[in-house]
């Protein structure tokens, strides 16, 4: 159910205890008036405001709170982050060469035209900033923006709150997108917060491949020692028998701060696959959830978390499959090296009325350091009498006598480990159905040196 608090909606009476419900958090306070200083008008300041009124009343999370407890944001509390305007100069990123003409690209949440590249897409697909939308299509986003599940969230709502611009994908009805979408989010500059915003739209008998990427100014001088926060939101309605394959890569900077919500509505028939790679960030948390709207759903989720130093990466999914004949299948890998710290929370609903429910979960996890740390949580909550499901965690190291062997084969001890660590990220790379950024990620994998180091 939402809740909005409203002043004008609340009796006199009831004046003095709404006011010590707002603004219950000095910090998050700051953070909302900073987001919110860029006015818009007509129905997109009113569901600002809504969010807003809904971040007022609420609290950042605290490791008391079992949600966050293995993820403490105190470190967050100590930078005053502030709203900065695109820097379009000294950037670098990948382009796909299978999506040169289709790509947007946003800087510090900003559109940016000159980098991005729409053209020789099929007629009946969008893709566009929310600027750039005829009427027409302005009102079609309306029944869809900020209307998923978890909306109140407050990290969500905090996007929400200070929506400007986002990056609007629609697929209609029937249409076939042989091309990749890339839509690349690039963040930096000391103190400064961005918050993305994607919306995606599979109309009934669609199929779309996206590559969602979130990456730092790497063309910038020391750029991986800025800290700054992204805050995404990606919203994405898979409508009956339609097909979405979605590719989530987040890589910034060492010392950033990345919070993220992918929130998946699947309807009769749909089938919905991510690929989820986490490998940079100081901080980072994705929070991953899909909702079964309709029977005879397909849901695929793997995902890959590499990290060293002392990073921290927090990934925590849900899938609530309400009705019968669903099959959800989750692979979820870690790497941890040096002193970090990986974080798996999944979970998957089965109520009485999702009988005939396939559901598989998995999470393996290869520390490389004693000192690396993984917390993990597979959870089924199953009270459906006819059904198939299955979950586990494994927690291992490098083998010594794989090592051994590779060495005599005359493969000295660190490329033996490189080659064990990279057949491991291979499980799910290799599943990414774009050819040049299975490349890309690969090589990253085996340039991480840190990795291969005690």
Not at 429 to 443: A, F, W, Y
Request: glycine content about 6%; aromatic content about 6%; overall charge negative.
């Amino acid at each position: 159910m939402n809740i909005q608090v409203s002043p004008s909606a609340i009796p006199n009476s009831n004046a003095v205890s709404l006011t010590s419900m707002l603004d219950r958090d000095d910090y998050l306070t700051g953070l909302l008036n900073q987001v919110t200083a860029t006015k818009t008008e007509g129905w997109l300041q009113e569901l600002r405001q809504s969010a807003a009124n809904w971040v007022r009343h609420s609290i950042i999370p605290t490791t008391r709170e079992e949600e966050w407890r293995f993820t403490d944001l105190s470190s967050l509390r100590n930078v005053q982050f502030h709203v900065e305007m695109g820097n379009f100069a000294s950037l670098e990123f990948d382009i796909l060469p299978e999506a040169a003409n289709s790509r947007l690209v946003f800087v510090n949440g900003v559109f940016a035209p000159e980098l991005s590249a729409v053209s020789d897409l099929p007629s009946g697909i969008v893709v566009s900033n929310l600027a750039g939308l005829s009427v027409v299509e302005q009102e079609g986003v309306q029944q869809y923006l900020a209307q998923a599940e978890g909306a109140q969230e407050v990290f969500t709502a905090l996007n929400t709150a200070g929506i400007t611009d986002a990056a609007v994908v629609w697929v209609k009805k029937n249409v076939v997108v042989e091309t990749p979408i890339h839509l690349v989010f690039i963040s930096g500059e000391t103190a400064t917060i961005s918050q993305p915003r994607c919306l995606v739209v599979a109309e009934s008998g669609s199929q779309v491949t996206l590559v969602e990427e979130y990456t730092n100014r790497r063309g910038a001088e020391s750029a991986e020692k800025e800290v700054y926060l992204t805050n995404a939101v990606t919203e994405i309605w898979v409508g009956d028998n339609a097909q979405v394959s979605h590719t989530r890569v987040e890589q910034e900077g060492a010392e950033a701060f990345h919070i993220g919500k992918t929130a998946i509505a699947q309807a009769r028939d749909s089938r919905y696959t991510c690929h989820a790679i986490t490998l940079g960030a100081k901080l980072s948390r994705h929070n991953l959830e899909i909702l079964q709207t309709g029977e005879q759903t397909q849901t695929t989720l793997n995902g890959l978390t590499i990290i060293s130093g002392k990073q921290l990466s927090d990934t925590h999914s849900a899938i609530a499959l309400n009705y019968p004949h669903g099959t959800s299948d989750q692979l979820h890998k870690c790497i941890v090296g040096d002193r970090a710290h990986a974080v798996f929370n999944g979970k998957v609903f089965v109520p009485k009325l999702a009988q005939l429910t396939n559901a598989s979960q998995l999470n393996r996890n290869l520390l490389l350091s004693s000192k690396a740390r993984v917390d993990t949580k597979p959870q089924l909550e199953i009270t459906a009498d006819n059904v198939k499901c299955a979950h586990g965690a494994t927690v291992s190291q490098l083998e010594d006598d794989e090592i051994f062997y590779l060495q005599s084969r005359g493969i000295d001890e660190n490329d033996a480990r490189k080659l064990l660590i990279n057949a491991f990220a291979a499980e799910v790379i290799n599943k990414i159905p774009v050819p040049s950024l299975r490349e890309i990620l690969l090589n990253t994998v085996n340039n991480l040196k840190s990795l291969t180091n005690e």
